[in-house]
């Protein structure tokens, strides 16, 4: 938000309390650019959908975080989206499922799931945060937000339009992508769709790499090639991202 001329809005987080305990005024609040204009209006930037309550339950993954599995109500409002973080490809750590979340790291892509470094209960700073250093493969060659795939006649409706601000679940706020995941071809797609590229553009993905330029991928693009660029280390060269 910062570097959106959105200072205002990112201020309001307080970073040390869940999603749902801050005002609605808070989590509904999205700089525009955060929307497309070909697949939402502006009475579809807000929606409502689970969160973390109390009768949540938790399990603990094998690197000693916990996961939540809802339970019990908890719906609030909250800000909808449809550009997503770049979480990655499916090695360890970046689909998202209770049993691999965390496991062998939180994602392999430039925007991912960090662990924050607390002190006194409070997060002071973020274990694995990404900086342009560590994309080793080269900004050009990585995403770093692209359009999220949201089925038609989805809209404002969880899970498959998500909270983008809530980090309690991968397919609120990024999508992966390689083997196995492909972008979505068809916007009507349902499913096991939740953590997919997709768009509502015929063919095309709109993707912002990490050196700034904007690029507009066939929906068809060769998985392994897609998954290459969704990799920040994985040392395989790009032949054509088109």
């Not at 909250?78 to 979340?101: E, V």
Request: charged share 20%; proline share 7%.
């Amino acid at each position: 938000m910062p570097y959106l001329e959105s200072t205002g809005l990112e201020q309001r987080w307080d970073y040390s309390i869940p999603y749902a305990s801050h005002d609605d005024s808070v989590r509904t609040a999205s700089p525009p650019v955060y929307s497309c204009p070909a697949r939402r209006g502006s009475d579809d930037t807000k929606g409502i959908g689970n969160v973390v309550t109390g009768a949540t339950r938790w399990i603990t993954l094998p690197c000693g975080c916990q996961y939540p599995i809802f339970g019990g109500a908890g719906n609030v409002a909250g800000a909808l989206g449809d550009y997503g973080a770049n979480h990655g490809d499916l090695s360890p750590g970046s689909s998202g499922l209770p049993t691999d979340y965390n496991y062998g790291g939180n994602g392999t892509g430039i925007i991912i799931s960090s662990r924050p470094n607390c002190a006194s209960g409070k997060p002071v700073g973020w274990e694995d945060r990404i900086s342009a250093k560590n994309v080793y493969d080269g900004l050009s060659n990585t995403f770093l937000v692209g359009e999220m795939h949201v089925p038609m006649g989805k809209l404002k409706q969880s899970p498959e339009d998500a909270f983008i601000f809530n980090g309690d679940n991968l397919y609120n706020f990024a999508r992966i992508g390689g083997p196995a995941v492909p972008i979505a071809k068809d916007p009507r797609a349902l499913g096991s769709d939740l953590v997919r590229w997709g768009s509502w553009h015929a063919g095309l993905c709109q993707f912002v790499l990490a050196d700034g330029s904007v690029r507009a991928v066939s929906s068809s693009i060769d998985t392994d090639t897609l998954g290459r660029l969704c990799n920040r280390n994985d040392g395989q060269s790009i032949s054509d991202i088109e």
